[in-house]
Each structure stands twice: as structure tokens, then as C-alpha cells.
């Protein structure tokens, strides 16, 4: 699998390319589960060429995408997550920090709640992509939050800290293999393994969902009768992957694996009528998951008052 699109993504942002380098983030947006508050962080977006999806030609993707009457490009946004249950804060993933011009505003939003750094007493990723962990660690390589103990699947960190992985990779490749080994490095001390489905407080539960990489992990919030899902990559691009959730891209490690999972999760969230947040949903990025022929449709949740 070729990972050059990731790095041309990052490098056509970071060259202030494709995208203003002064993007207006949202404010953060709360949503009730029950008892359990969850609120989520813009951290900005990306814009993807249509050559990022792998099983269809760059003219089907681009036909799709120009159903929408949303602007040109295709372009998929990325959320971080706070999780407020009892005295616990928990972070669900970081965002992107420096990688690109167009991310890394996780940690301004969490502090516009008044919520610092040292407040946070766990964190989850739910993959260790650059995109949501890189804002995890500050300038230095170094945790911004040393208080928290960080839940990864124990696949995800064996995958990116595998010996040979680095010397196998092409150079667009080796940039996220690199990030997610500091990350790995730096939160050693901190971080703890799971490798089956387990709570990290009760109400908010790990649920592994390999596929976009091997250890790519949702949340369920669970209170009372209350359900939401934070699905975390499950779709990239929701103008396409809705309406065709068999279509796959570049970053996925097992792009067949990860399109069954994600339609197996569009199922059984149409089927329950589970509220879903996700890190590439358009902010404030949750809603509801709907039937729709051959495939879904997104529909966003309407405010709670
Ligand atoms: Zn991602």
C-alpha cells in the first residue's frame, strides 16, 4: 500500500499550498449522554485530492463528491474529544499540533473551556496516526499531559514500533512511522495496553475496530438509556463514504478490513439509533446514521435545549 498521498498531504498543507494558513476554528461544542458530558474539539481539517481513494478512479470520486452542495474540495475535518464523567476528564485523541497549518487547535479549544493541561486523567487513542496524536506531545517530543494515563491498543503500538517497519517504508511513510514512535516513547510511563474491549471508567468503553490500522479503537459513552459512539476513523470523507461505505483510501492499513468494519458499525448504529461523533465528521460532528438505499446518509443531531 502506498502511503505518498498522506505525505503530500502534509507537505501541500504545511506549504500553505492548498489551504489559508489562518483557518477560524469553531468554539467547542457539548453534547449530553445522560450524566456524561462530551464535548468536541475542532483541531481543523485537511483537504484531500480525489486520488486518495485507492478502489475508485480520481473522476468517479470526484462525480460523487460534486453531489454535495458543499464548496470544493473534498475536505475532511479533524476533531479531538473531551469526555467529562464524575471527577474523570478524558481526552480522546490530540489532533494534529504542528504538522500542518490547517490543525492543531485542540489544545487552545480545551483551554477555552478552562480545562488545563494537568486536569487530564486519561486519554485514548484511537489510532496513533500523526493527525491524532501529534498534539499530544508539545515542541520538544515531550507529553502535554503527564497526569493522564493514555489507553492504546496494544496491536497499534506493536504495529508502529514494529524493528524493521522503518526500514520497509517509503519517506512519506517513514514521517508517521516516526511521529507515532515518539509518541509511544514519550508516553511509555504513562500509557497503558488493551487488546480486547474493556472500560476505562464505567460509561465509557473501548471497542476495537481494526481495519483503518491495526488497533483502531471507538468509544462508546454510555448513561442511563443514552448511547453515543465516537467511531473515530470509521469515515474519512463523509460526502463519499455515507453513500459508499465500501470505498476505501490511502490511509488504511487494510482497506478491505476497514471498509467491512465500517459498514458493519453504519449497520448496527442505523439499527440502534446510536448518536456518533467522529475525528473526520463535519463539525460539530455528531448525528445520526441512517439507511439510504445501497448505503447511508448522515444526519446531524439536532441541539438538545
Ligand atoms: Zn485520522
Redesign the pocket.
Known sequence: MSFDLVGQIATSNLCGMSSEANPRFPAPHTQFVGDISVTVLNDGYFDFPFELFLNNSPEEVRALSEKSPQKLPMRGFLNSFLIEVGQEKILVDGGGGSISPTVGNSRNALASLGVTPQEITKIVTTHL?A??VAGLLDSAGETVYPHAEVFTHAAEVAFWNDKGLMARADKEFQFYIGLAQSFSRATAFQTTQFSAEQDVVPGVRLLPTPGHTPGHTMILVSSGRDQLLIWG?IVHVAAIQFPQPDWHLDFDMDGELGAATRRRTMDRVAQDRIAIMG??LPFPAVGYVVRDGSGFRFEPAFWEF
Open positions: 496516526h493527525d491524532h476513523d475525528c473526520h
